[in-house]
Structures are given as structure tokens and as C-alpha cells.
């Protein structure tokens, strides 16, 4: 800083000084300014280009019947808007939605936090079981699904071991309740190794002492892991809850390859009827209307999880 | 620990992973028997015959090579060219303080906020408009450039803004430049984050389904995931060991490499702000 400030004032002192007076301008300050602008100009254009084009785009297409099979493109205000809430289809896609990403959230915390808290103990070999678990988010994900609409079929691998048992299977695919029990499973085993990660680490941050603490005032273990464990890595239940709703609204791969939406509407989520309003039957403005709706709805839970964030994250500081 | 309680928790977790093991056991093992064999009850944990016709059947019905070409040429550029992005803006917006900074970071945030399926239509419309579809580059602008590459940049800001800045300003003392600080000492260190913003994204190209299916029409710029649907009757029927010794092809060397490289990439993947 000082160096800056004595060439200024002699760069001043000069009657003309074309090398002093461009020092004078590229102060350290302003370079680093030029050099900050130039990092982020890929990522500011990109999110211009790709992000709030396309959004604002989504919007302004809405708004119009295009339908390119017909050649149609005219504007036409709120009609799609209107055609939405008539949609006969709506109601069971929304809650077609709705009871996957339920089923998911509840599934997949549920399931990570109890993988986190069974590796966490002090046994030998957890690092192997931790890769086991983690396996299958490393496995392509249309792989993972064909295997799995392999094992769900009539006479295939799950079926086969429940008659090891002695119970025979459904056809886990072709009915409602089980075709939408089969794709959360499915989505569970692949992905809930991700969130048993996340919960692991936050599992080992929590300083053991507050336990030895805990126990001495009496506390059992349901009680100690209520009391301490739950509050203390809030943030990132809090954190893998948000990352999980939204990846579970973004299911398609899945329920293209298993169900194709069957039987019937009963797996057909927001995705997969934006892509077949949009892309199968070309209807590309109402597809943008289910794209809007997309949109608000996530914008809206995810804005509802940070407030609930108040309420029961906890914090240190 | 009493003996009884270290017994039960192995036993539950050898049960619960099983859901977890078997399929991809079923995937490897059931690609090399013969088809009469995969459906067989009850179901062979190994193959008693063998039959590798099914390999060679997934290179004579699609153009598998190139494909799995492209889904590897794809994901590499994707996840060197989010790496690159990634890394320099998220180290502007932690560490150069610049005219507008709050603003423009709160601005590319709204990418986090939008899945891609939402812009999905008009994304489409746009590289059709300029004749770019059925080629690859809206798989590879938009990961590195849209919604997919924030979520990289927020992690590098996040590790950058808790990274100490006494080496940098030695640097700075020292006479480096900005880039130069950049370059040569804040992203050697910023190695673990980088390390699971490349496995995050080269994995995120590598599954990726919906835009190809949207974007793609000819099957010799097919990627993998989409191609693994294709391997079909005539009558539509999924070939089952010809789809098996395919999903087996694609997903297992990535398997392999991961599982290799795990420790690595699991901790710094814990390390990178994502924790919360």
C-alpha cells in the first residue's frame, strides 16, 4: 500500500507522465477489481446465457400456444395457465409427486442418518461397509435402474429370493402402490450413501465429551442421541433435506426406464409430464407452464426449509 | 463394547447391505451367463455356464464404441472446463473484492434455485434455433457455463472463504500477481475441494439422461446411459444380457476407479463446505 501511495504522489509531482499516469489509474486496487470481473465473467455469462435467459424465456413461452406439430405459435395469455388447472391429469401427477418426494425424504434421511450412526461406532472394518453402502451412487445411473427393472420383473431376482422365503412376490412393476414403492426404493439404495457420507462427518465433529457429559447426568443412549447428537448436526440435516426434497422433484431416468409414468398415471412426477407434454407430444407452451409450476414449487420449499431453519438448526456461535 | 452388541451390529450391517451389493453382483454375473440362465430359480449367485455372445451382441446392434467415446470425451471436458470455472470464480467472489461482488454472486445463486429440468424447454428451443441440435455441445456449454457449474463455484467460494489467507498475502508481499497468487498457491491448496467438484461433475455428465434423450437423435452421437435403452427386440422387448453386458461395460471401470480412489474423494467431499 505504501509503495502505491509514494508513486502516486511522485507519478503526481511529473508534468507529463504517460507511464505515471497509467500506474496512477491500475492502482492495486483497480487490478485486482479487473482481475476479480475477469474470474467470474465465464460464470456470470454462463448464468446469464443458461440460467436467466432460459427462465425468463420459460415465462414469455407460457404464454403462448406452440405446438409445432400444428406450426402454431401465438400468444395467448393465461390460456395454458387455465388449461393447467382444468388438467385432469394434474391432480394425480401432483400427487404422484408428492408421495415420491415424501417417500424419499423420510426414506433417505432416515435410512443415512441410521447407516451414519451404525458406522460411527468403534468397530474394525466400517471403512468396508462404508464403501459398500457407498457403491451404488458410483454406478451409472440408467445401469443401476435396467439391473433393478431386471430384479422387479414377475421371475426375476427379487422375487426369486422372497420365494426362498416362501413368499411370493407381486409384480412389483405393474402394480400402482408397488410400482411407486419400487421407484423410491430404487432411488433410495442409489443415492442415500451420498447423505450417510455427509451425515458421517458431521457425526465425528461432535466432541465426545459432551456423550461422557450426557451419561453422567443420567442420560441413555435414545436420549443422548436426541439430546445431543440430533441438535448438534441439525445444519446438516437441515442441508442434505434441501439437496435431497430437490434432487427428489428432479426424478426422470428413473421412472423413464422402470414405469414409462405406469401403470396408468400412478408414477407419472412433474418431470416426466413436462417431458412428455414438452417432447413427446410437442406441446411446448404447456410444457413451459409445467416448467413454471416446476419452478415455483421448488422455489417455494426450498424457501420454507430456510425458514424453518430458525426454528430448529442449531448454532454454536 | 460387550461381544453381543459388536455380533449384532455386524450381522445387521452384513443384512442391510445387501440391497446395496446384489444388484451390481446381479449385473456383472448375470451379463455372462446364458440367457436361459438369468431368469433361473433359484437365482445362481455365479454363472454355471458361461456365454459372452451378449458382448459381442452390444457392439453389433449399436455403435457402442463410439458412444462410449462420447459419454468419456463429454464428461471430461465437462468436468475440466467446471473445474476451471468453478475454481476462479469462486475464488473471486471469496478473496478479490471488486465493485458489485454481492450482487453479482447473489445472481448466479438463483442457478442453485432452478433445476435444469425447469429451463429445459427453452434451452432446447435455443440450440435448436442456432442448429445446434443433435450435437453435443449443449451437454457440455451448459454443465460448465449453467445451473450445473454453480453449485461447483459455490463449494470452491465456500472453501476458499475458509481457507487462511497468510500464505496468499505472503505471495502478494512477495511480488506474485493476482493471478499468479491464484494459480500457483491458492489452488494447489484448494486440491481436496477440486477433487470432489471433479468427481461430482464428471458422475453428474456421466448419468445424465434427460438432455440427451432431448438434444440427441442420431444413435452415433448417442451417450451410454441413453444407449443402454436401445438394446431391444423387435417387438420392443429389452434384450436382457445384451442390456446387462452393456450396463455392466459402462458402469463398471467408473465403479472400479471410484472404489479405488475413495478415500480421497470421500474426504473431501466431507471437507468442502458441503458439510454444513
Known amino acids: ?317 | 463394547m460387550s461381544r453381543r452388541v459388536r455380533l449384532t451390529l455386524y450381522g445387521l450391517l452384513c443384512v442391510l447391505c445387501v440391497p446395496f451389493v446384489f444388484p451390481t453382483w446381479w449385473m456383472v454375473t448375470s451379463s455372462v451367463k446364458p440367457i436361459s440362465d438369468v431368469f433361473a430359480f433359484p437365482p445362481a449367485l455365479l454363472p454355471r455356464r458361461w456365454d459372452l455372445s451378449p458382448y459381442r451382441q452390444v457392439f453389433e446392434l449399436q455403435p457402442f464404441t463410439q458412444q462410449y467415446v462420447n459419454s468419456l470425451y463429454i464428461a471430461a471436458l465437462v468436468t475440466v472446463g467446471t473445474m476451471a470455472v468453478a475454481a476462479m470464480a469462486g475464488y473471486a467472489f471469496a478473496r478479490i473484492r471488486f465493485p458489485g461482488q454481492n450482487a453479482l454472486f447473489v445472481l448466479v445463486l438463483i442457478g442453485l434455485l432452478i433445476p435444469s429440468e425447469v429451463t429445459i424447454v427453452p434451452l432446447f428451443q435455443m440450440f435448436h434455433g442456432a442448429g445446434l441440435s443433435d450435437t453435443h455441445w449443449p451437454l457440455i456449454l451448459v454443465p460448465v457455463l449453467g445451473a450445473p457449474s454453480v453449485l461447483a463455484t459455490f463449494i470452491m467460494r465456500q472453501f476458499f472463504i475458509a481457507l487462511p489467507g497468510e500464505l496468499e498475502e505472503a505471495a502478494r508481499v512477495d511480488g506474485l500477481g493476482r493471478f499468479g497468487t491464484f494459480y500457483r498457491v491458492a489452488l494447489p491448496l484448494a486440491r481436496p475441494a477440486l477433487g470432489a467438484v471433479a468427481i461430482f461433475t464428471f458422475l453428474h455428465s456421466w448419468n445424465l439422461y434427460l438432455e440427451p434423450i432431448v438434444y440427441l437423435s442420431t444413435p452415433s452421437r448417442f451417450t451410454l446411459p441413453q444407449a443402454l435403452t436401445q438394446f431391444v427386440d423387435n417387438y420392443g422387448w429389452p434384450l436382457w444380457n445384451v442390456q446387462l453386458a452393456a450396463a455392466t461395460m459402462t458402469a463398471l471401470p467408473i465403479l472400479v476407479v471410484f472404489v479405488l480412489a475413495q478415500r480421497q474423494f470421500i474426504e473431501g467431499l466431507a471437507h468442502t463446505g458441503l458439510k454444513g
Open chain 1, 1 to 317: 500500500m505504501a509503495v502505491t501511495q509514494l508513486t502516486r504522489r511522485a507519478a503526481g509531482r511529473a508534468d507529463h507522465p504517460p507511464p505515471g499516469r497509467a500506474r496512477r489509474f491500475w492502482t492495486i486496487a483497480r487490478r485486482d477489481a479487473l482481475v476479480g470481473y475477469l474470474f467470474v465473467a465465464p460464470q456470470l455469462a454462463g448464468s446469464a446465457l443458461f440460467v436467466l435467459l432460459p427462465l425468463g424465456l420459460v415465462g414469455w413461452y407460457s404464454l403462448q400456444e406452440w405446438n409445432v406439430l400444428a406450426g402454431t405459435f401465438e400468444f395467448v395469455g393465461g390460456d395454458n395457465y387455465a388449461k393447467l388447472l382444468a388438467d385432469a391429469n394434474l391432480r394425480s401427477v401432483l400427487t404422484a409427486s408428492a408421495l415420491f418426494s415424501a417417500g424419499l425424504v423420510v426414506l433417505n434421511l432416515s435410512l443415512a442418518l441410521t447407516l451414519a450412526v451404525l458406522l460411527n461406532q468403534r468397530l474394525r472394518g466400517t471403512t468396508l461397509f462404508r464403501t459398500l453402502f457407498f457403491s451404488p451412487v458410483l454406478v451409472s445411473l440408467v445401469a443401476w435402474t435396467i439391473v433393478w427393472q431386471f430384479l422387479l420383473q414377475k421371475d426375476g431376482g427379487v422375487n426369486g429370493l422372497l420365494a426362498v422365503a416362501g413368499v411370493e412376490g407381486p409384480n412389483w412393476l405393474r402394480g400402482e402402490a408397488t410400482a411407486m414403492l419400487s421407484v423410491v426404493v430404487v432411488q433410495v439404495i442409489k443415492n442415500v450413501g451420498l447423505n450417510m457420507v455427509l451425515f458421517l462427518a458431521a457425526l465425528q465433529g461432535v466432541p465426545r465429551q459432551l456423550y461422557e457429559a450426557a451419561q453422567l447426568d443420567g442420560a441413555g443412549a435414545w436420549r443422548r442421541f436426541r439430546s445431543v447428537t440430533v441438535p448438534l448436526i441439525s445444519p446438516t440435516i437441515l442441508l442434505t433435506s434441501i439437496i435431497t426434497v430437490v434432487g427428489s422433484l428432479q426424478v426422470f431416468a428413473q421412472i423413464a426406464v422402470l414405469t414409462q409414468g405406469g401403470p396408468g398415471t400412478s408414477t407419472t412426477v412433474l418431470v416426466y409430464y413436462l417431458y412428455q407434454q414438452a417432447f413427446q407430444f410437442r406441446h411446448f407452451g404447456y410444457g413451459a407452464t409445467l416448467s413454471v409450476l416446476l419452478f415455483v414449487i421448488v422455489a417455494a420449499l426450498t424457501l420454507l426449509q430456510w425458514r424453518l431453519r430458525r426454528r430448529w438448526v442449531f448454532h454454536e456461535s
